[in-house]
């Protein structure tokens, strides 16, 4: 199985800047998909960008243009640079990665999540 541990959360003011970095450790056949998620009280959980394993990317439009997605696939990491924080990016943000075990089945896996929290 792969484990996920993220880092790099925290406490900034609104127009600030964090990085948050997700390392994936364990067994697989291959991991392909990787992105982040997150979710904010009462609200359900959302997708704020996700990068293939040929490093193509995709956005939830309230992040475009203040959000980078990267990896490397050497270390097995996934980073997202978040800059122009707003107070509504205030969430728990997970990690998360897709691909195939050794049996060649399909799995995904999640981090334990990291609190990000944007004053005003």
């Known amino acids: 199985q792969v484990q996920l541990v993220e880092s790099g959360g925290g406490l900034v003011q609104a127009g600030g800047s964090l990085r948050l970095s997700c390392a994936a450790s364990?067994?697989?056949?291959?991991?392909?998909?990787m992105g982040w998620y997150r979710q904010a009280p009462g609200k359900p959980r959302e997708l704020v960008a996700a990068?293939?394993?040929?490093?193509?990317?995709n956005y939830a439009d309230s992040v475009k243009g203040r959000f980078t997605i990267s990896r490397d696939n050497a270390k097995i990491t996934v980073y997202l640079q978040m800059n122009s924080l707003k107070p509504a990016d205030t969430a728990v943000y997970y990690c998360?990665?897709?691909?195939?075990?050794?049996?060649?089945?399909?799995?995904?896996?999640w981090g334990q999540g990291t609190q990000v929290t944007v004053s005003s």
């Open positions: 364990g067994v697989a056949y291959s991991i392909n998909d």
């Open positions: 990068i293939t394993s040929g490093g193509s990317t």
């Open positions: 998360t990665a897709e691909g195939a075990t050794i049996a060649r089945t399909t799995f995904r896996s």
